[in-house]
């Protein structure tokens, strides 16, 4: 499939996107998943073909389907949600890399901290109104100020699954 995405303005439809979390726990026994319930974003798509733009991610809005944990997650051991409300990422640049894919960098906010990531995303599916971009990316927790790991049970890296729709906006 070769995508053409039209210049201009696109709004993120958070009823058609999701951005989950899994980490493997109990020292690699035990995969603990969880879904934002609550994104936004926007973005631009340039003349020159590349694109920038902002996806926001409340942060209290983790849901793993266990509340005790989903309580802990949202403390100051992990997300710290009270003093940092959002998880941001910045894109910086979007380009294409084939037809179906594109190469994202930007800047990853979590508890105030910002980090460069990048990635490949697949386009999913696209037509003159709407983009659907999909991809899977590691994140180092430590890295963004949640280091707690009790008895040593929660190592490695966690993958972010993401599936964004951007609806195109009125110029």
Do not use: Y
């Not at 696109?10 to 934002?36: C, E, N």
């Amino acid at each position: 499939m070769t995508v053409a995405v039209e210049t201009g303005l696109w709004q993120l439809d958070p009823t058609a996107s999701t951005v989950a979390v899994r980490h493997r726990t109990m020292w690699g026994l035990i995969t603990v998943k969880g879904s934002f319930t609550a994104l936004t974003g926007q973005g631009e798509v340039k003349p020159d073909g590349t694109a920038q733009g902002t996806i926001t991610v409340d942060a209290s809005s983790l849901e793993t389907k266990n509340a005790k944990r989903d309580q802990h997650l949202r403390s100051a051991d992990f997300f710290d949600t009270d003093r940092h409300p959002e998880i941001t990422f910045v894109v910086r640049s979007a380009e294409a890399e084939s037809g179906e894919t594109a190469r994202i960098t930007g800047q990853l906010t979590v508890r105030g901290i910002s980090r460069p990531q990048s990635f490949t995303a697949r386009i999913a599916g696209a037509d003159a109104d709407a983009v659907t971009l999909k991809a899977e990316f590691t994140v180092d927790r430590e890295q963004f100020g949640m280091g707690w790991n009790q008895l040593g049970m929660m190592r490695g890296l966690t993958t972010v699954d993401a599936t964004l729709r951007l609806a195109r906006t009125g110029a």
